[in-house]
């Protein structure tokens, strides 16, 4: 996460954050130089997870993606910039609801081939994130903004409504290359479905859903 008045701490960055769909911080440790934020435990599998199980039908796809949808939209009015949003990052509760991780856990078992380039905090100019989620902005180590959260969130609606990753690649390199030479691929889905992918997936910011 990074806020887009300039790089914050992560935890004085999630502390700023209160919403049904994003996980609580609840402290900052350090021990030996290194710190550990300590979270909400969310029980249930993450999104990655239940992709890989196959194709998510569209009415649980959507109410997935409205809640994703709301807790960036909470995010963002914060000014704060997820950059780093893949299905990995989102937990299901047995309930159906959402909490939304925040950063990065190594080791985390993500399947899909889009390998992470750094689990660093974000700064502009920088590329960081996960390849196959990343804005084309982002693949060019361009400075990313809310459109590039926009990007990822189209990505990752995308991949629950195919059950597999719209960009892939043996490596970090060949996914960037993906991102920013190749048009996404649309899914079938409902003519609603398929213009909000479209305007989530335009590949100029500009003209990119707000």
């Not at 180590?141 to 960009?167: C, H, N, Q």
């Not at 960037?176 to 048009?183: C, G, K, P, S």
Request: with cysteine; net charge neutral; hydrophobic share 40%.
């Amino acid at each position: 996460m990074e806020s887009a008045a300039g790089a914050a701490k992560p935890g004085q960055v999630l502390a700023s954050l209160n919403h049904p769909n994003i996980a609580i911080l609840y402290g900052l440790e350090e021990s030996a130089g290194t710190r550990a934020l300590v979270m909400e435990l969310v029980e249930g599998p993450t999104l990655g997870e239940r992709i890989d199980q196959g194709p998510i039908p569209l009415e649980d796809a959507l109410g997935i993606a409205r809640q994703i949808a709301e807790a960036l939209e909470a995010a963002h009015d914060k000014g704060i910039i997820h950059r780093h949003l893949k299905p990995a990052n989102v937990k299901v509760t047995p309930e159906g609801s959402l909490a939304k991780a925040l950063d990065d856990e190594p080791g985390s078992g993500d399947s899909r081939n889009s390998p992470t380039l750094s689990l660093a905090a974000t700064r502009l100019g920088v590329i960081l994130g996960t390849a196959a989620y990343m804005s084309p902005e982002q693949a060019k180590g361009k400075p990313a903004d809310r459109r590039s959260d926009i990007w990822s969130f189209g990505v990752v609606l995308s991949e629950r409504l195919t059950g597999r990753p719209m960009y892939r690649g043996e490596n970090a390199a060949e996914i960037l290359a993906a991102v920013i030479r190749d048009e996404p691929a649309i899914p079938k889905a409902p003519p609603a479905v398929r213009k909000l992918l479209e305007r989530c997936l335009d590949k100029d910011p500009r003209q990119r859903l707000q």
